[in-house]
Protein backbone atom coordinates (compact mmCIF):
# COMPACT_ATOMS: atom_id res chain seq x y z
CA UNK A 1 0.00 0.00 0.00
CA UNK A 2 1.48 3.36 -0.15
CA UNK A 3 1.99 5.85 2.21
CA UNK A 4 -1.04 7.38 3.07
CA UNK A 5 0.83 11.08 3.10
CA UNK A 6 1.83 10.83 -0.57
CA UNK A 7 -2.12 10.79 -1.05
CA UNK A 8 -4.22 13.08 1.61
CA UNK A 9 -2.09 15.11 4.05
CA UNK A 10 -2.80 14.59 7.78
CA UNK A 11 -3.81 18.03 8.86
CA UNK A 12 -3.29 17.32 12.64
CA UNK A 13 -2.54 20.90 13.67
CA UNK A 14 -3.19 24.24 13.00
CA UNK A 15 0.05 25.24 12.95
CA UNK A 16 0.46 23.19 9.89
CA UNK A 17 -2.40 24.13 7.76
CA UNK A 18 -0.88 26.44 5.70
CA UNK A 19 2.20 24.48 4.54
CA UNK A 20 -0.13 20.87 4.12
CA UNK A 21 -2.67 23.43 2.37
CA UNK A 22 -0.01 24.05 -0.27
CA UNK A 23 1.14 21.04 -0.71
CA UNK A 24 -2.42 19.79 -0.84
CA UNK A 25 -3.38 22.52 -3.58
CA UNK A 26 -0.04 21.31 -5.25
CA UNK A 27 -0.94 17.94 -6.16
CA UNK A 28 -4.38 18.84 -7.00
CA UNK A 29 -3.73 21.47 -9.81
CA UNK A 30 -0.51 18.95 -10.77
CA UNK A 31 -3.03 16.20 -11.51
CA UNK A 32 -5.47 18.59 -13.42
CA UNK A 33 -2.21 19.73 -15.60
CA UNK A 34 -1.61 15.76 -16.24
CA UNK A 35 -5.66 15.73 -17.01
CA UNK A 36 -4.99 18.73 -19.34
CA UNK A 37 -1.71 18.17 -21.49
CA UNK A 38 -3.21 14.72 -22.11
CA UNK A 39 -5.79 16.19 -24.21
CA UNK A 40 -5.04 19.93 -25.43
CA UNK A 41 -4.24 18.62 -29.04
CA UNK A 42 -8.23 17.52 -28.80
CA UNK A 43 -11.39 19.91 -29.33
CA UNK A 44 -13.81 20.61 -26.84
CA UNK A 45 -16.41 18.31 -28.80
CA UNK A 46 -16.35 16.05 -31.95
CA UNK A 47 -19.28 15.24 -34.25
CA UNK A 48 -20.07 11.17 -34.25
CA UNK A 49 -22.31 9.09 -36.53
CA UNK A 50 -23.73 6.34 -34.45
CA UNK A 51 -24.21 3.32 -35.54
CA UNK A 52 -27.56 1.09 -35.39
CA UNK A 53 -27.16 -1.96 -32.62
CA UNK A 54 -30.85 -3.00 -31.60
CA UNK A 55 -34.25 -0.81 -30.62
CA UNK A 56 -35.96 -1.42 -27.31
CA UNK A 57 -39.51 -0.27 -27.20
CA UNK A 58 -41.50 1.25 -24.35
CA UNK A 59 -43.93 4.00 -23.47
CA UNK A 60 -44.69 6.98 -21.28
CA UNK A 61 -47.83 9.36 -20.82
CA UNK A 62 -47.09 10.96 -23.85
CA UNK A 63 -47.23 7.53 -25.83
CA UNK A 64 -44.85 4.80 -27.38
CA UNK A 65 -41.16 5.56 -26.87
CA UNK A 66 -38.76 3.64 -28.98
CA UNK A 67 -35.00 3.74 -27.74
CA UNK A 68 -32.37 2.75 -30.66
CA UNK A 69 -28.83 1.90 -28.80
CA UNK A 70 -26.22 2.30 -30.78
CA UNK A 71 -22.59 2.40 -30.73
CA UNK A 72 -19.43 4.14 -32.08
CA UNK A 73 -15.77 3.92 -31.31
CA UNK A 74 -15.37 7.33 -30.79
CA UNK A 75 -17.25 6.97 -27.20
CA UNK A 76 -14.66 5.77 -24.24
CA UNK A 77 -15.57 2.19 -23.10
CA UNK A 78 -16.59 1.31 -19.59
CA UNK A 79 -14.00 -0.25 -16.90
CA UNK A 80 -13.00 -3.63 -18.28
CA UNK A 81 -14.56 -5.42 -15.09
CA UNK A 82 -16.09 -9.12 -15.87
CA UNK A 83 -19.80 -9.96 -14.72
CA UNK A 84 -18.68 -11.64 -11.59
CA UNK A 85 -16.38 -8.58 -10.59
CA UNK A 86 -19.10 -5.81 -11.91
CA UNK A 87 -21.77 -8.09 -9.23
CA UNK A 88 -19.63 -7.81 -6.62
CA UNK A 89 -19.09 -3.82 -6.97
CA UNK A 90 -23.00 -3.82 -6.80
CA UNK A 91 -24.21 -6.32 -4.36
CA UNK A 92 -21.18 -4.35 -2.16
CA UNK A 93 -23.35 -0.96 -2.89
CA UNK A 94 -20.86 0.92 -4.80
CA UNK A 95 -21.93 1.15 -8.17
CA UNK A 96 -20.45 3.66 -9.57
CA UNK A 97 -19.17 1.17 -11.85
CA UNK A 98 -20.04 3.94 -15.17
CA UNK A 99 -20.96 3.57 -18.95
CA UNK A 100 -20.39 6.11 -21.26
CA UNK A 101 -22.98 6.71 -23.55
CA UNK A 102 -24.19 9.53 -25.54
CA UNK A 103 -28.04 10.42 -25.16
CA UNK A 104 -29.64 11.71 -28.16
CA UNK A 105 -32.33 14.76 -28.73
CA UNK A 106 -36.21 13.28 -29.10
CA UNK A 107 -36.98 12.79 -32.53
CA UNK A 108 -40.95 12.59 -33.75
CA UNK A 109 -40.94 9.14 -36.05
CA UNK A 110 -44.15 6.95 -37.44
CA UNK A 111 -44.28 3.32 -35.97
CA UNK A 112 -44.93 0.71 -38.11
CA UNK A 113 -48.88 1.06 -37.99
CA UNK A 114 -48.27 4.56 -38.97
CA UNK A 115 -48.62 6.14 -35.74
CA UNK A 116 -46.78 9.13 -33.86
CA UNK A 117 -43.98 8.31 -31.30
CA UNK A 118 -40.93 9.40 -30.51
CA UNK A 119 -37.35 7.96 -30.50
CA UNK A 120 -34.38 8.80 -28.63
CA UNK A 121 -30.90 7.10 -29.85
CA UNK A 122 -27.94 6.51 -27.15
CA UNK A 123 -24.70 5.53 -28.19
CA UNK A 124 -22.06 3.13 -26.36
CA UNK A 125 -18.52 2.42 -27.19
CA UNK A 126 -18.49 -0.16 -30.69
CA UNK A 127 -16.43 -2.52 -28.25
CA UNK A 128 -18.28 -2.98 -25.22
CA UNK A 129 -21.31 -3.50 -27.72
CA UNK A 130 -19.86 -6.13 -28.77
CA UNK A 131 -19.24 -7.69 -25.98
CA UNK A 132 -22.43 -6.68 -24.77
CA UNK A 133 -24.33 -8.29 -27.37
CA UNK A 134 -23.02 -12.13 -25.91
CA UNK A 135 -24.13 -10.92 -22.36
CA UNK A 136 -28.05 -10.48 -21.07
CA UNK A 137 -26.74 -9.26 -18.20
CA UNK A 138 -24.87 -6.36 -19.66
CA UNK A 139 -27.59 -5.58 -22.16
CA UNK A 140 -30.12 -5.06 -19.69
CA UNK A 141 -27.71 -2.86 -17.52
CA UNK A 142 -27.29 -0.63 -20.51
CA UNK A 143 -31.01 -0.87 -20.81
CA UNK A 144 -31.49 0.17 -17.58
CA UNK A 145 -28.85 2.76 -17.15
CA UNK A 146 -29.87 4.74 -21.06
CA UNK A 147 -34.18 4.43 -19.51
CA UNK A 148 -32.37 5.83 -16.38
CA UNK A 149 -30.56 8.76 -17.89
CA UNK A 150 -33.36 9.84 -20.66
CA UNK A 151 -35.85 9.91 -17.53
CA UNK A 152 -33.18 12.38 -15.91
CA UNK A 153 -31.95 14.37 -18.82
CA UNK A 154 -35.62 14.66 -19.92
CA UNK A 155 -37.91 14.64 -17.21
CA UNK A 156 -39.49 11.59 -18.54
CA UNK A 157 -40.99 9.00 -16.74
CA UNK A 158 -40.92 5.55 -18.84
CA UNK A 159 -42.49 2.37 -18.10
CA UNK A 160 -40.40 -0.10 -16.66
CA UNK A 161 -41.48 -2.56 -19.33
CA UNK A 162 -39.92 -2.86 -22.15
CA UNK A 163 -39.33 -5.58 -24.80
CA UNK A 164 -36.47 -5.75 -27.82
CA UNK A 165 -37.59 -5.46 -32.01
CA UNK A 166 -36.82 -8.54 -33.74
CA UNK A 167 -35.38 -7.60 -37.31
CA UNK A 168 -35.72 -3.98 -36.38
CA UNK A 169 -32.22 -2.17 -35.21
CA UNK A 170 -33.36 0.99 -34.98
CA UNK A 171 -36.20 3.15 -35.48
CA UNK A 172 -36.49 6.44 -37.66
CA UNK A 173 -33.30 7.58 -38.68
CA UNK A 174 -29.98 7.75 -36.16
CA UNK A 175 -28.76 11.55 -35.93
CA UNK A 176 -25.16 12.61 -35.39
CA UNK A 177 -24.33 13.78 -31.83
CA UNK A 178 -21.98 16.11 -30.32
CA UNK A 179 -19.66 14.33 -27.96
CA UNK A 180 -17.41 15.81 -25.45
CA UNK A 181 -13.81 15.16 -26.46
CA UNK A 182 -11.58 16.69 -23.90
CA UNK A 183 -12.57 15.87 -20.83
CA UNK A 184 -13.31 18.16 -18.14
CA UNK A 185 -10.67 18.38 -15.16
CA UNK A 186 -12.56 16.03 -12.49
CA UNK A 187 -10.09 17.35 -9.94
CA UNK A 188 -10.08 20.86 -9.58
CA UNK A 189 -8.95 23.69 -7.02
CA UNK A 190 -9.66 23.15 -3.05
CA UNK A 191 -11.67 25.54 -1.25
CA UNK A 192 -10.90 26.63 2.68
CA UNK A 193 -9.97 23.06 3.80
CA UNK A 194 -11.16 23.53 7.50
CA UNK A 195 -13.85 24.91 9.09
CA UNK A 196 -14.28 25.15 13.08
CA UNK A 197 -17.52 23.08 12.86
CA UNK A 198 -17.02 19.40 13.14
CA UNK A 199 -19.42 16.71 13.01
CA UNK A 200 -19.98 14.42 15.71
CA UNK A 201 -18.80 10.99 15.60
CA UNK A 202 -21.48 8.20 15.50
CA UNK A 203 -21.92 5.06 16.50
CA UNK A 204 -19.97 3.16 13.57
CA UNK A 205 -18.35 4.25 10.27
CA UNK A 206 -20.47 4.99 8.01
CA UNK A 207 -19.72 3.48 3.74
CA UNK A 208 -19.73 6.23 1.48
CA UNK A 209 -20.89 6.19 -1.84
CA UNK A 210 -18.02 5.34 -4.45
CA UNK A 211 -18.13 6.38 -8.34
CA UNK A 212 -15.40 5.03 -10.57
CA UNK A 213 -14.78 5.86 -14.30
CA UNK A 214 -11.87 5.69 -16.92
CA UNK A 215 -11.15 8.97 -17.65
CA UNK A 216 -8.39 7.95 -20.28
CA UNK A 217 -7.06 4.88 -21.55
CA UNK A 218 -4.83 4.74 -18.65
CA UNK A 219 -6.26 7.18 -16.02
CA UNK A 220 -8.51 5.71 -13.60
CA UNK A 221 -10.99 8.51 -11.35
CA UNK A 222 -12.63 7.88 -8.19
CA UNK A 223 -15.22 9.85 -6.19
CA UNK A 224 -16.01 9.28 -2.68
CA UNK A 225 -19.24 11.41 -1.62
CA UNK A 226 -18.68 12.70 1.78
CA UNK A 227 -21.64 14.90 2.88
CA UNK A 228 -21.00 15.51 6.29
CA UNK A 229 -17.33 16.82 5.87
CA UNK A 230 -16.68 20.60 5.29
CA UNK A 231 -12.65 19.63 4.52
CA UNK A 232 -10.00 17.47 4.66
CA UNK A 233 -8.88 17.88 8.08
CA UNK A 234 -8.38 13.49 9.50
CA UNK A 235 -9.18 12.24 6.44
CA UNK A 236 -6.44 9.35 5.41
CA UNK A 237 -6.20 7.15 1.94
CA UNK A 238 -4.33 4.21 1.30
CA UNK A 239 -3.89 3.37 -2.41
CA UNK A 240 -2.27 0.23 -3.72
CA UNK A 241 -2.12 -2.01 -6.60
CA UNK A 242 -5.67 -3.20 -6.51
CA UNK A 243 -7.39 -1.42 -3.29
CA UNK A 244 -8.28 1.60 -2.25
CA UNK A 245 -8.73 2.49 1.90
CA UNK A 246 -10.09 5.66 3.38
CA UNK A 247 -10.88 6.97 6.91
CA UNK A 248 -12.71 9.64 7.94
CA UNK A 249 -11.85 11.90 11.28
CA UNK A 250 -13.70 10.37 14.20
CA UNK A 251 -14.48 7.28 12.64
CA UNK A 252 -17.24 9.13 10.55
CA UNK A 253 -16.79 7.06 7.64
CA UNK A 254 -14.26 4.12 6.06
CA UNK A 255 -13.94 2.52 2.83
CA UNK A 256 -11.99 -0.41 1.99
CA UNK A 257 -12.74 -1.59 -1.37
CA UNK A 258 -11.14 -3.75 -3.93
CA UNK A 259 -10.13 -2.09 -7.36
CA UNK A 260 -9.58 -4.94 -10.37
CA UNK A 261 -7.23 -3.19 -12.27
CA UNK A 262 -3.51 -2.34 -11.62
CA UNK A 263 -3.24 1.21 -9.99
CA UNK A 264 -0.17 2.88 -9.77
CA UNK A 265 0.15 3.69 -6.33
CA UNK A 266 3.54 6.17 -6.43
CA UNK A 267 1.42 8.32 -8.74
CA UNK A 268 -1.51 8.53 -7.31
CA UNK A 269 -3.21 11.98 -6.20
CA UNK A 270 -6.10 12.96 -4.15
CA UNK A 271 -8.12 16.29 -3.19
CA UNK A 272 -10.71 16.75 -1.64
CA UNK A 273 -13.45 18.82 -3.21
CA UNK A 274 -15.45 21.41 -0.86
CA UNK A 275 -17.67 22.36 -2.60
CA UNK A 276 -19.03 19.28 -3.76
CA UNK A 277 -17.96 17.42 -0.15
CA UNK A 278 -15.86 14.81 -2.33
CA UNK A 279 -12.60 13.12 -2.00
CA UNK A 280 -11.47 13.03 -5.92
CA UNK A 281 -8.79 10.39 -6.03
CA UNK A 282 -6.63 10.00 -9.75
CA UNK A 283 -4.98 6.94 -10.11
CA UNK A 284 -2.84 6.14 -13.14
CA UNK A 285 -2.67 2.35 -14.42
CA UNK A 286 0.16 0.14 -14.66
CA UNK A 287 -1.38 -1.77 -17.45
CA UNK A 288 -4.12 0.07 -19.80
CA UNK A 289 -7.50 -2.26 -20.00
CA UNK A 290 -7.85 -3.96 -23.68
Not at 3 to 14: M, Q, T
Not at 38 to 49: F, N
Not at 103 to 120: F, I, N, R, S, W
Request: aromatic fraction near 6%.
Amino acid sequence: MADSKLLVPELNDAETMGAETSRFEELLLQASKELQQAQTSRPESTQIQPQPGFCIKTNSAEGKVFINICHSPSIPPPADLTEDELLQMLEEDQAGFRIPMSLGEPHAEVDAKGQGCTAYDVAVNSDFFRRMQNSDFLRELVITIAREGLEDKYGLQLNPEWRILKNRPFLGSISQQNIRSQQRPRIQELGNLYTPSSPRPEACPEKPHLSLWLEAPDLLLAEIDLPKLDGALGLSLEVGENRLVMGGPQQLYHLDTYIPLRINCDESKAAFHQKRKQLMVAMPLLSVPS
